[in-house]
């Protein structure tokens, strides 16, 4: 896990605001005084997390590594991506989404799982390749990617966040891993940023997780859209579902997030989402999780180049 230092919610949405001032402008739809307004609103609303997030990197579920009964052998299991990933803002181990997939997989399993998390707080679908690097390094059966949030905040151009993304999961494919990648999540719901900033927000937010929806499937992966499984939930239930920065998730909202994505990822290793690790987290089969496989969707326009 990273050390970096996250950039500040306030600065991301002032990149934004900065952004859509300046197209909404050119449009005559809305004014930058009136972005930076929603900004400075944001900013006096949300305080900056203190702590950075547990490292959930181990071992999961070793009372299955019975060598006798054959499947002493870990599954290796890597958490890519971004704040969400990590599970910033929690306290415990146990309360980050990495820990709640390894946990699951290996009750569906009957086998431990072995998790290498190396998610950094902030991250950009540029960085990542490095983040690859390390899970190739520590070997890796399935990958599990959160990203997108940032490179909307940032103003990261979304071809190239979108190649990025096509880039780390094929990579990830030619090794021989699995690869599911909850795309971006509707930044329409983060209460502090008021209209018009919201829907602006949502709208990009939506329209990544569109792009990053294909990139992923061309690439061999599948991709959960996230902002479609979990947006109305934390629309309907702010206080529970964001942590106390009101922008990051809480320990209630990771788990969520854990449980949108577990089907996929026990479908990939050959699992069934009504297994054993289903039941006992209360996870049933998500019928609107997009792009099981590159047939599973019909023909598919190029990524765009910068």
Avoid at 116 to 122: L, R, S, Y
Avoid at 169 to 180: K, Q, Y
């Amino acid at each position: 896990m990273s050390d970096q230092t996250p950039i500040r919610p306030e600065r991301r949405l002032a990149a934004v605001a900065a952004y859509a001032g300046g197209a909404l402008t050119a449009a005559g739809a809305l004014s930058i005084g009136v972005l930076l307004g929603q900004v400075l609103i944001a900013r006096m609303t949300i305080p900056g997390a203190e702590a950075p997030p547990p490292r959930s990197s181990g071992l999961y579920g070793p009372g299955y590594a019975d060598a006798a009964a054959g499947v002493a052998v870990p599954l290796r299991l890597a958490v890519l991506g971004d704040s969400t990933a990590a599970g910033y803002g929690v306290q415990t181990r146990a309360e980050t989404p990495g820990a709640l997939l390894a946990t699951w997989i290996a009750d569906a399993a009957k086998r431990p799982v072995r998790l290498t998390c190396p998610a950094v707080v902030g991250s950009v679908s540029a960085w990542l390749s490095a983040q690859v690097e390390i899970a190739l390094e520590a070997g890796v059966d399935l990958a599990v990617v959160f990203i997108g949030a940032n490179d909307v905040t940032t103003r990261a151009s979304e071809s190239a966040a979108v190649r990025h993304l096509f880039e780390a999961v094929h990579t990830l494919r030619e090794a021989g891993a699995e690869v599911v990648v909850a795309t971006c999540p509707d930044l329409g719901t983060i209460r502090p940023i008021q209209p018009p900033l919201r829907w602006l927000a949502r709208r990009w937010s939506r329209q990544l997780a569109a792009a990053q929806t294909v990139a992923v499937i061309r690439a061999g992966g599948r991709a959960v859209a996230l902002g479609d499984l979990l947006g109305p939930r934390f629309a309907a239930a702010p206080d529970n579902m964001f942590g106390a920065d009101r922008y990051h998730p809480s320990a209630e909202g990771y788990r969520e997030a854990a449980v949108a994505v577990l089907p996929s990822a026990l479908e990939a290793l050959g699992l069934t989402p009504t297994s054993a690790a289903a039941a006992q987290s209360g996870v049933h089969p998500v019928p609107s999780v997009t792009g099981v496989s590159a047939g599973s969707v019909g023909p598919i326009a190029p990524t765009p180049a910068d």
